[in-house]
């Protein structure tokens, strides 16, 4: 199975934009459905994007639809998120997660992921 890294995470102020990465070591990556979720401080883990196999099929949670893309690079084993027009609520960790071919329930639960990054620091700033 694969092994996931996440990166690109930082400090931004708001309005501002990054890129994350999620880079994958293992083979099979292409196999994967690949999720991006995050987490605040005493809060829940939430569903933010998630895209395909193939990247026919993308999935956002409503709060980052038209500021965030998910993409993947099966070639160089990597998915990304692109976040822009950051909000302070958009402060938390983030973190890829993997499903072998889809999420085994529904693409926006974590539990239907069973590989995670160790995941990425992103600061919103006002």
């Known amino acids: 199975q694969v092994q996931l890294v996440e990166s690109g995470g930082g400090l931004v102020q708001a309005g501002g934009s990054l890129r994350l990465s999620c880079a994958a070591s293992g083979r099979y990556f292409h196999n994967y459905a690949i999720g991006w979720f995050r987490q605040a401080p005493g809060k829940e883990r939430d569903f933010v994007s998630a895209?395909?196999?193939?990247?026919?099929?993308?999935y956002y949670a409503d709060s980052v639809k038209g500021r965030f893309t998910i993409s993947r690079d099966n070639a160089r084993n990597t998915a990304y998120l692109e976040i822009s027009s950051l909000k302070p609520e958009d402060t938390a960790v983030y973190y890829c997660?993997?499903?072998?071919?889809?999420?085994?329930?529904?693409?926006?639960?974590?539990?239907?992921?069973?590989?995670w990054g160790q995941g990425t620091q992103v600061t919103v700033s006002s």
């Open positions: 997660a993997a499903a072998w071919g889809r999420p085994t329930e529904a693409w926006d639960t974590a539990v239907s992921y069973n590989i």
């Open positions: 895209i395909s196999w193939n990247g026919g099929s993308t």
